[in-house]
């Protein structure tokens, strides 16, 4: 069964300071992975997307990991803000007779203190 | 910038009664996708749509679920008859492409009661 984990469950962190958030996958077979921020009562928005054959993605203080071998990923988040309190969610796509089959993983909560 | 729609924002309803959530897609998008959230848990995928057809579905969406394009621009999910546990917030995504990245609409919370 596809599954998709992720940790921390929840973080708090200070204004300003960095954090990774992660996240480690068995979907197979594997098409793309993609880090989504979801507000609190909103619809995810996409921060990165990565296929089998990328490594590194950025979206401005955002950049995303992917080590296909380990099947892992990280979310980075530099000099982190208060805007950026919100549900931080790792997706990773299976390719299945040409439709994606996406598995979520259950989002780590991130609260920014000021 | 172009974005996802989605009416009602709330609705609530009486066990056993029928529901249509609309969603309006980004317009040049060919792709359409149902999800749902039920309060603390993580999304869950539904059902994928294209070219006026469902391309995939998950075990959860099974025969008092349809999905429907009745026009040129609304993506609908229907439920025939709710019951207490399709209390969720569902929401509408599209897509240019298969692969590409999916937009997520605000979403409509359900509540069956």
């Known amino acids: 069964k596809n599954q998709v984990e992720q940790s921390p469950q929840s973080l708090i962190i200070l204004e300003g300071k960095n954090c990774t958030l992660q996240c480690n996958y068995t979907v197979s077979p594997f098409s793309n992975l993609r880090w989504y921020k979801q507000d609190t009562g909103r619809g995810p928005v996409s921060l990165t997307i990565m296929t089998f054959s990328e490594n590194t993605k950025s979206n401005g203080r955002y950049t995303a990991t992917l080590d296909a071998d380990t099947k892992q990923s990280s979310l980075h988040i530099t000099a982190s803000q208060l805007s950026d309190s919100a549900s931080y969610i790792c997706?990773?796509?299976?390719?299945?007779?040409?439709?994606?089959?996406?598995?979520f993983g259950r989002g780590t909560s991130l609260i920014v203190h000021p | 910038e172009p974005e996802v729609t989605q009416t009602p924002s709330h609705q609530v309803t009486q066990m056993g009664q029928e529901v249509i959530l609309r969603c309006v897609p980004i317009s040049n998008h060919l792709y359409f996708y149902w999800y749902r959230q039920i309060l603390g848990q993580k999304v869950e995928f539904l059902v994928s749509f294209y070219n006026n057809e469902i391309s995939e579905k998950s075990e959860i969406f099974d025969d008092q679920f349809s999905v429907e394009r009745p026009d040129g621009s609304n993506f609908t999910l229907k439920i025939r008859s709710t019951k207490l546990e399709d209390s969720a917030m569902y929401f509408c995504a599209s897509s240019p492409g298969a692969g590409g990245t999916q937009y997520f609409g605000p979403g409509t919370r359900l509540l069956v009661l």
């Open positions: 997706v990773v796509s299976a390719l299945s007779g040409g439709s994606y089959i996406p598995t």
